[in-house]
């Protein structure tokens, strides 16, 4: 079992920063591949990016790329997304979740933090 919880949303202006961080419980949290997901108001949630166990490989959404930069520390037991250069369209509820390397569905969710971008 894994425990995800999310911190540093909040409001920032367009092309400002912010950085979430996801702290999870359990010994076996290198063994997880982690990833960010967001969901706007209306919307479906979708794939921001995601990290492989070690931080070797990191794969992001063609509208993040350049802007966000998603980081580990497997001694913390915590994944970051850096957001720089936000948009207004990036206003979202960000959720961080965990999935086994051998598994291609994320199984366990945090409660997610909402990023507000004003424009």
């Known amino acids: 079992q894994v425990q995800l919880v999310e911190s540093g949303g909040g409001l920032v202006q367009a092309g400002g920063s912010l950085r979430l961080s996801c702290a999870a419980s359990g010994r076996t949290f290198s063994s997880y591949v982690m990833g960010w997901f967001r969901q706007a108001p209306g919307k479906e949630r979708e794939f921001v990016a995601s990290i492989i166990w070690n931080g070797g490989r990191t794969y992001y959404a063609d509208s993040v790329k350049g802007r966000f930069t998603i980081s580990r520390d497997n001694a913390k037991n915590t994944v970051y997304l850096q957001m720089n250069s936000l948009k207004p369209e990036d206003t979202a509820v960000y959720y961080c979740?965990?999935?086994?390397?051998?598994?291609?569905?994320?199984?366990?969710w945090g409660q997610g933090t909402q990023v507000t971008v004003s424009s």
């Open positions: 979740a965990a999935r086994l390397a051998s598994s291609t569905a994320y199984a366990y």
